[in-house]
């Protein structure tokens, strides 16, 4: 019983996806005599609580029960602390999906509603309710977003012909998907080279949606105003991540100034984990790492992945001077080599995605 | 109803694999009064036909319906034509589930029984009575082996590390069904490169097996006795295959008559149709392809396989000096290279097999 309804509070919660970041996904139902009489989610980042949605317009709650994904907060934070709302509405029972890590909340907001005399259970459906905010749980730690990678590749491995060509490696129904993804991520990464190649618009075609982050990781400044996520950024949200020794150059000034291009720097001394970190203070929560290889290579190589979804297409190139997948290490023995862990699989009529994380749980995409 | 029993009868088909090629596999169940009063399958190769092992020890099945997967023989080959034996019997009805293909057979043995008065329904199950005979079917029209590709790989589309570790790229979930395509198909093939790296002994270790016939392609005759595939030959089923200018070297004549190894030779104007043809005189129906790289992108640019499994474990080895899957085509454009079609997933724990065939219609492995 109590799981039926937990996992209706999970399904609001995931009406937020793309819209509250890098706030919490959490959605609420309020039940009253085994019925339901409101349900309610976290809409947009700063706005109200799923709680508060869920109370809302209703005459009286007295003895009813809550059920809610993630504990309630007990902070004035941007909104007022949920857990007054729920005591002053005499809800009898409150139902929760797992703690907030968030150190301001953790175990407080429960403590509040017991002291108040509600009844209070913790735990039901917890790995889904956890997995609602894999991003948030870590983001909300030490600011630096959750990298989730992806990449559509061929049976063989690669992602590219010899000359670049790649339209289209996997099918309509592994596209869909990773527009959702884009739709999941507050940032898209990409190397320079990607852009040269592609001229990407990196746009979220989901309905509905909102844009990610464009971020391109171009150390040595080659792009220019000809590609779309220079001359296209009305939104201002293309980022460029360059060596500090671009600053003075006349083209960083005139991307950043016509083009209101946002510049993300760094020096040579400075690691990708410092990058992470730089991306992370812009709230970005979240980024998705599409590509090309030597990008791709480099984020399994120093392992700054949490997760991602490599999407494999029954095609063969077999050219090796096409364009690997990977490239870049070197290891003598096959367990030497990347493990990937707590993989499942996607099924995409005939393209099959590798889904995996670092740790158990996945992403509610 | 018919569905129920000829997928029973199906179940019973099944029992001859690995034991029967390069026969068909025939499944036969009786039926009295809704209740199966007997089954019987095709045993071993030249053996009694299903129906006839169905038929043996029953009193009487005058008006029973007879469910058998493939139309009854009408001639006399190995074993007396079944047609006979079905209309002395007075069976009353029989329901085929796919005519023989066999030109000696197809129309033949349905015509006998009408003409005796049996009603006959044909088409029952179609295409998984067909799927339990592709081998059969391809075999019997030219005596051309059916060709089927195996390889476990990387995420990256390598079958082993730049120094030739492989031990082990897929789990051992994958390993098993790789025992049954071993038992399943007549004869294994690899190249003399993969004995050298792996001295592999080539036997199937499903329980109640044959081995398969070992075939090593090996133009240049660069293996010898070291090699368990040539000292351990007692079973007689190493076939070496090689340019025929080898057949004056003293090691041919020595492998032949130390080892008993037999020869299957071509001259350089041959091609590997020729071989495969060679091949398919030794009564071998069916090859299980098994690698090295050079062999299997043979095969695959020679576009001479009937299906296959690619099995992929969630590993990056992400060198480009590693050994990869197939190598040697240049495609410019991604619909340029190979499009494997008719694909379905088999997962295995975090394994996953791509297994595809140039038909609609798969293998019963």
């Given at each position: 019983?109590?799981?039926?309804?937990?996992?209706?509070?999970?399904?609001?919660?995931?009406?937020?996806?793309?819209?509250?970041?890098?706030?919490?996904?959490?959605?609420?139902?309020?039940?009253?005599?085994?019925?339901?009489?409101?349900?309610?989610?976290?809409?947009?980042?700063?706005?109200?609580?799923?709680?508060?949605?869920?109370?809302?317009?209703?005459?009286?709650?007295?003895?009813?029960?809550?059920?809610?994904?993630?504990?309630?907060?007990?902070?004035?934070?941007?909104?007022?602390?949920?857990?007054?709302?729920?005591?002053?509405?005499?809800?009898?029972?409150?139902?929760?999906?797992?703690?907030?890590?968030?150190?301001?909340?953790?175990?407080?907001?429960?403590?509040?509603?017991?002291?108040?005399?509600?009844?209070?259970?913790?735990?039901?459906?917890?790995?889904?309710?956890k997995n609602?905010n894999r991003v948030f749980f870590k983001?909300?730690?030490?600011?630096?977003?959750y990298?989730?990678?992806?990449?559509?590749?061929?049976?063989?491995?690669?992602?590219?012909?010899?000359?670049?060509?790649?339209?289209?490696?996997?099918?309509?129904?592994?596209?869909?998907?990773?527009?959702?993804?884009?739709?999941?991520?507050?940032?898209?990464?990409?190397?320079?080279?990607?852009?040269?190649?592609?001229?990407?618009?990196?746009?979220?075609?989901?309905?509905?949606?909102?844009?990610?982050?464009?971020?391109?990781?171009?150390?040595?400044?080659?792009?220019?105003?000809?590609?779309?996520?220079?001359?296209?950024?009305?939104?201002?949200?293309?980022?460029?991540?360059?060596?500090?020794?671009?600053?003075?150059?006349?083209?960083?000034?005139?991307?950043?100034?016509?083009?209101?291009?946002?510049?993300?720097?760094?020096?040579?001394?400075?690691?990708?984990?410092?990058?992470?970190?730089?991306?992370?203070?812009?709230?970005?929560?979240?980024?998705?790492?599409?590509?090309?290889?030597?990008?791709?290579?480099?984020?399994?190589?120093?392992?700054?992945?949490d997760?991602?979804?490599?999407?494999?297409?029954?095609?063969?190139?077999?050219?090796?001077?096409?364009?690997?997948?990977?490239?870049?290490?070197?290891?003598?023995?096959?367990?030497?080599?990347?493990?990937?862990?707590?993989?499942?699989?996607?099924?995409?009529?005939?393209?099959?995605?590798?889904?995996?994380?670092?740790?158990?749980g996945?992403l509610?995409?």
């Amino acid at each position: 019983m109590h799981e039926h309804f937990m996992r209706i509070a999970i399904e609001e919660a995931k009406k937020g996806i793309g819209a509250v970041n890098p706030n919490p996904l959490v959605g609420a139902v309020i039940v009253k005599n085994n019925k339901i009489i409101s349900v309610g989610h976290h809409e947009f980042y700063g706005g109200p609580h799923a709680e508060v949605n869920a109370l809302k317009n209703l005459e009286s709650v007295e003895g009813a029960t809550l059920y809610v994904t993630l504990e309630p907060c007990s902070h004035f934070g941007k909104t007022p602390p949920c857990t007054e709302l729920i005591i002053k509405s005499k809800i009898k029972t409150c139902i929760v999906g797992t703690l907030d890590p968030n150190p301001l909340v953790s175990g407080r907001g429960i403590k509040q509603l017991k002291d108040a005399g509600i009844e209070v259970i913790i735990g039901v459906l917890e790995n889904e309710t956890k997995n609602l905010n894999r991003v948030f749980f870590k983001y909300i730690q030490n600011k630096i977003p959750y990298i989730f990678i992806k990449c559509g590749i061929t049976l063989d491995g690669k992602i590219a012909t010899k000359n670049f060509s790649s339209k289209w490696i996997t099918n309509s129904l592994a596209r869909e998907k990773v527009e959702k993804y884009r739709n999941f991520f507050s940032g898209i990464l990409v190397g320079a080279n990607t852009v040269i190649q592609d001229n990407p618009s990196l746009r979220c075609k989901v309905s509905n949606h909102r844009n990610p982050y464009r971020l391109i990781l171009d150390k040595d400044l080659i792009i220019d105003e000809k590609y779309s996520i220079i001359n296209n950024n009305s939104d201002c949200k293309t980022f460029i991540i360059t060596l500090d020794k671009n600053i003075k150059t006349k083209k960083f000034q005139e991307l950043k100034e016509k083009f209101s291009i946002n510049f993300i720097t760094f020096s040579k001394e400075e690691n990708l984990m410092d990058i992470l970190s730089k991306i992370g203070s812009y709230n970005i929560d979240s980024v998705l790492v599409e590509g090309g290889s030597s990008v791709l290579s480099l984020f399994f190589k120093e392992s700054l992945f949490d997760g991602g979804e490599i999407i494999i297409a029954p095609k063969i190139l077999g050219d090796n001077s096409a364009i690997p997948f990977l490239n870049g290490f070197s290891p003598n023995l096959i367990d030497e080599g990347i493990n990937l862990e707590n993989v499942k699989f996607n099924i995409y009529d005939n393209n099959v995605g590798v889904e995996f994380y670092k740790e158990d749980g996945c992403l509610p995409v």
